[in-house]
């Protein structure tokens, strides 16, 4: 076996005991290790075909997990595939980045027997990677072009699930994006060391050959409201996402070299994908030699530190106002930071940032859980008089997202919003309060997960293609009239 394999084997989540604590790599193949082909069989034969499929139930998509596992195991792939694909329009990104430990595998019967999982999301990785490797996955091929047209705003996992699956009907789509690529949280918010980017570009080069229209830089709201869009499309899908980062507003908040998340990781995927990021250039957005404090508990939160440890920084310190066990993102997620060397700060929260132009200091408070809130989980309270300096080059800030003012920013006063700012749907149809403008994805449940969002999209297309038939039904009826 060659080295390079060997340090695969050893970083394999099979064996976490041997992982190499530290250990920096740069691509997927850091968390998961190489699974070959007789990894894949000698997993996809461990599922017992249980007959009460869990983990299909727990799997936003109803992927059929357990008939592709037992094709797998058969050595059948090509069929594997199509069952997965069937349900799944990007199965190579959910089975990297689902948290696989709180839907599928965690719902896996051999898991809750205590024999470990089937490693699902790994299995349904390496299909899809062979089926792209032995050329098997196509681009659609409309058997009957359709005339009425659907305007998507947003390129990210729901506004690409919905594109393809209206294309797959015939109907002629366009994706309106205000990044300069598609691809939404895919390609400048989830790091290259989960998802690397090429498998986002090759799908997205896929929509392009199915005749999916990619329209870049261009901001809804600023280039076109959404009437003006209206007017060109039959029918409208807001995929927007959740931008609006939370912030914290306690003294020396102005101080330089205190960063959103989102700021610190597009510009580190920016590099990734070859762009020159004047931030980062010019050392301020590379976290290389700093002490580094990442405030936040969730998913993205984590991101930050595995960046930052992989751009080799001196420290990383993680600060959680909650303790472990209450922290928001997935376990997996904590274990593999915990594992690369990043130190976590729990039950501490910020209380100042200290410097003199630029950050040298986080001030924080020690924490304590006090009574359960309104949420039923405890609140955390200032411990008085504890109050401690933690050393920082470089502050980033990772406490969630909140929606834009869509409404506003659309000049589309009428579009009703949630409480939470997300944009009202009826659960059943899929559409807004505005005739004919669907909305799907985080705007609509608030930051959630990618698998979601496709399901979302899937979902989206089907009712907007009811829509569509029922509105050409109507024009021919009143045509013949
Ligand atoms: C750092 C980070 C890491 C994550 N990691 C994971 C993970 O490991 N696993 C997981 O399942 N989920 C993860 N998520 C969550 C996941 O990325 C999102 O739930 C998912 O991308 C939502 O998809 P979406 O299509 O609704 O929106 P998005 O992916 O956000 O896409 C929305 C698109 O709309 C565009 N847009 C917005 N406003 C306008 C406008 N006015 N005009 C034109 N275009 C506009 C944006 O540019 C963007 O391209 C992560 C999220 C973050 C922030
Ligand atoms: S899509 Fe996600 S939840 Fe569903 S089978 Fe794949 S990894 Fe599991």
Known sequence: ????????????????????????????????????????????????????????????????????????????????????????????????ICPQDRLCEGNCVIEQSGHGTVTIGSIEKYITDTAWEKGWVKSVKVKRELKQSIGIIGSGPAGMACAEELRKSGYQVTIYDRYDRPGGLLIYGIPNFKLEKFIVERRTQLLKESGIKFVQNFEVGKDKTLYELKEKHDAILIATGVYKARDINISGHDLQNIFPAMEFLTASNRKGLGDKVKLFDDGTLDAKGKNVVVIG???????????????????VKCIYRRDRENMPGSTREVENAIEEGIEFVWLTNPKSFIGDKTVNAVEVNKMKLGLPDSSGRRK???????????????????LGFDPENIPKLFNAEELSISQWGTIKINLKSMQTNLDGVFAAGDIVRGASLVVWAIRDGRDAAEQIEKYLQLKSNKDKSIKAA
Not at 45 to 63: A, D, E, K, M, T
Not at 383 to 396: Q, R, T
């Open 1 to 96: 076996m060659s080295k390079k394999m060997l340090k695969f084997v050893n970083l394999n989540k099979q064996n976490p005991k041997k992982r190499i604590v530290g250990e920096r790599k740069t691509d997927f193949n850091e968390i998961y290790g190489e699974f070959i082909k007789d990894k894949a069989k000698e997993q996809s034969s461990r599922c017992s075909q249980c007959g009460v499929p869990f983990c299909q139930i727990h799997c936003p998509l109803g992927n059929n997990i357990p008939d592709w596992l037992k094709l797998t195991a058969e050595g059948r792939l090509k069929e594997a595939y199509e069952i997965s694909q069937s349900t799944n329009n990007m199965p190579e990104v959910c089975g990297r």
């Open 297 to 315: 508990g969730g998913d993205t939160a984590m991101d930050c530190v595995r960046t930052s440890i992989r751009q080799k920084a001196k420290s």
């Open 380 to 398: 955390p309270e200032v411990e008085i008089g504890s109050e401690y300096k933690i050393p920082a080059d470089l502050v980033i800030k990772s």
